[in-house]
């Protein structure tokens, strides 16, 4: 089993960044991807942007040029900086781990609300 402990989300301005942590417990985390997907009122879940143990990521055209995804394996923590933050960034935020780059894992966090105010 994996636990997925989420932190960093908040209210910010349009134009504003923040840094969401989320960090990984359990078995066979080191192997897989991690990341993130969100979820706005009203909208399917959708891929943020996703990293593997050796650096590859992969990321929704959407957030590409403002948010950048990092992973430090010896902590199993996964880091996504958002910067040039829109209001239609706004959403539920949830880590993800367990799957591929192409694949969403079955282990989730409790999701971090992220708010931009225009």
């Known amino acids: 089993q994996v636990q997925l402990v989420e932190s960093g989300g908040g209210l910010v301005q349009a134009g504003g960044s923040l840094r969401l942590s989320c960090a990984a417990s359990g078995s066979r985390v080191s192997i897989n991807a991690m990341g993130w997907y969100r979820q706005a009122p009203g909208k399917q879940r959708e891929l943020v942007a996703l990293?593997?143990?050796?650096?590859?990521?992969n990321y929704a055209e959407s957030v590409k040029g403002r948010f950048t995804i990092s992973r430090d394996n010896a902590k199993n923590t996964v880091y996504l900086q958002m910067n040039s933050l829109k209001s239609e960034d706004t959403a539920v935020f949830y880590c993800n781990a367990g799957g591929t780059l192409l694949l969403r894992g079955p282990y989730w966090g409790q999701g971090t609300q992220v708010t931009v105010s225009s």
């Open positions: 990293i593997t143990p050796s650096g590859s990521t």
